[in-house]
């Protein structure tokens, strides 16, 4: 795979810097003066074992304020078209600017993986940029200095992440690419909810261990014997895709083993689904694990389970064969006691009683899909985030630690799919993890987020806003 990799920003960011910084020659031309990249320009770029195309983005002759936000935009949208991934370039000492902030936008709409990097940011002179870039949605920033070469070994491991998902995508799917298409909404937890089109179906992974039915369910969903009759067992190593409309709404499906079932020695299948469900699970936006009703929870299906939790899909969980069941409402009580206990993780996740074989329940399953989906791509306004971090901290404080208190500073959502928040404090490393818990439960709780997968990571620092209101004294 020969990725392209283009690089975005406003004008004096640094891109044509890091440009040449990445294809080792004095390709594109450096200047302060903004907007001397005058064409767009293909490199052959390394960093570390990697290689790519990096495209450098034309910068703009002239600063016509008027015309300037709109041309970027065309820009920008043309130099993305083709790549495989995008780096999108701050100047973290200038911190962000409405410009970035349009920009960001723009970026935040395209179906391409971003990174965000904050430039310039050798020496401390770059920090409250960084804190401030968070606040463009775009996930994490990566701080480097084109200039003097630092950072670029995260640099590479942000690429090399966005690599393998690329690689991982290119088997089944033609389509299959990390979308980052979230809502830029910045002010309410409504997401737009892109997947479900024609162009864009919500792809849907089917796992679960052998003999669950996931090849029945996904029969009975498409209403034909579809993938029984596909190519003969053993010839693909991918999971298979099918695509198929429900409710109006387009949908790809992916099933692991069950076609492979005949072909692989009885033994050798234990070992193999779950190596098969990370596959399936790498394509997919929500994955449904199909559990059997009778036996639920077995050390595989957990297994799975914290396979999806850890890539950060949405899941739903579906018990199958509810047809063999006798007395369902003490069955269904035992599993949702279980589940308190097993699925800690994914509190509050959906959970629907199936039957692939009379087709009982799978509307109820679809809505579920869907509606893990809503909640994946999920926003939460800083403002509220705020507040109720501010009750945190007057009701139930992190503990103090050799005596010093650790102090929690500002709660910010850095990334949708699935929901990725940030909170600054002092001395990160020192919260223990049951108040990790407690608070990844609260963020849960107070913004109806159950089952999803959340992520929660500390960042030392100070409150950003608290930095830029300093630097104006
Ligand atoms: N301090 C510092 N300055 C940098 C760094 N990277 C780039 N610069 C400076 O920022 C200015 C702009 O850099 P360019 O690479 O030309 O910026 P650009 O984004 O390509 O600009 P356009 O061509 O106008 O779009 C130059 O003066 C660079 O020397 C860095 O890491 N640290
Ligand atoms: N009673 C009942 N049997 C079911 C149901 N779903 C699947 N089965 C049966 O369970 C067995 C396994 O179903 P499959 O669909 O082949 O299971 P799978 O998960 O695809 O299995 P692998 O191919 O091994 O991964 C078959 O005998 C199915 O007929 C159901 O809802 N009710």
New binding site residues.
């Given amino acids: 795979m020969n990725a392209t990799v283009a690089i975005i920003?406003r004008?004096?960011?640094?891109?044509?810097?890091?440009f040449n910084r990445l294809v080792g020659k004095r390709l594109?031309l450096?200047?302060?003066?903004?907007?001397?990249?005058r064409d767009r320009r293909p490199g052959d770029a390394r960093l570390g074992d990697l290689r790519f195309t990096i495209v450098?983005t034309a910068?703009?002759e002239d600063a016509d304020k008027a015309t300037l936000a709109g041309r970027m935009r065309k820009q920008t949208e043309e130099a993305i078209q083709d790549a495989d991934v995008v780096l999108f370039?701050i100047d973290a000492?200038a911190g962000v600017t409405p410009l970035d902030a349009h920009f960001a936008e723009v970026a935040r709409k395209i179906a391409r993986p971003v990174i965000l990097l904050a430039?310039?940011?050798?020496g401390r002179a770059g920090e409250p940029g960084i804190y401030e870039a968070y606040s463009l949605g775009l996930g994490e920033p990566v701080p480097?200095?084109?200039?003097?070469g630092e950072g670029l070994s995260d640099l590479y491991d942000a690429l090399r992440e966005e690599f393998e998902k690329l690689e991982a995508a290119e088997g089944p799917s033609e389509e299959a690419e990390t979308d980052i298409v979230i809502d830029p909404d910045a002010d309410g937890e409504e997401d737009d909810e892109p997947a479900g089109t024609v162009d864009r179906p919500l792809r849907v992974a089917i796992a679960g261990r052998p003999n669950a039915g996931k090849s029945t369910l996904i029969n009975k969903l498409l209403g034909e014997e579809r993938l029984l009759t596909g190519p003969e067992a053993g010839i693909t190593r991918d999971s298979i895709s099918v695509d198929w409309v429900w409710r109006e709404r387009h949908v790809k499906l992916f099933d692991t083993a069950g076609m492979r079932r005949k072909a692989r020695v009885q033994e050798k299948l234990e070992k193999l689904s779950v190596a098969d469900a990370l596959r399936a699970i790498k394509f997919a936006e929500v994955v449904v694990v199909t559990l059997d009703a009778n036996i639920p929870f077995e050390k595989q299906d957990l297994q799975i389970i914290d396979l999806v939790q850890r890539e950060g899909r949405a899941l739903v969980i579906a018990f199958n064969k509810w047809d063999t069941i006798e007395d369902r409402t003490e069955v269904w009580t035992e599993i949702k006691y279980q589940a308190e206990r097993y699925l800690n993780q994914v509190r509050g996740v959906a959970m629907v009683p199936i039957s692939a074989t009379t087709g009982q329940g799978l509307d109820k399953l679809m809505e579920a899909v869907f509606d893990a989906y809503k909640m994946w791509n999920a926003r939460v306004s800083t403002a509220r985030l705020n507040k109720w971090l501010e009750g945190v901290v007057a009701h139930h404080p992190p503990p103090a630690v050799a005596g010093r208190r650790i102090k929690l500073r500002y709660l910010t959502q850095a990334k949708t799919r699935p929901p990725h928040f940030i909170v600054f404090c002092s001395r990160p490393e020192q919260l223990p993890e049951a108040y990790l818990r407690y608070l990844v439960n609260g963020v849960r709780e107070t913004f109806k987020l159950p089952g999803t997968p959340i992520r929660l990571s500390f960042r030392k620092g100070e409150n950003p806003y608290a930095n830029k209101a300093k630097k104006k004294r």
């Fill in positions: 920003g004008p004096n960011v640094g891109k044509s810097t890091l594109a450096v200047d302060d003066t903004p907007g001397v990249t450098d910068g703009l370039v000492r430039n310039k940011a050798e480097i200095s084109a200039e003097h």
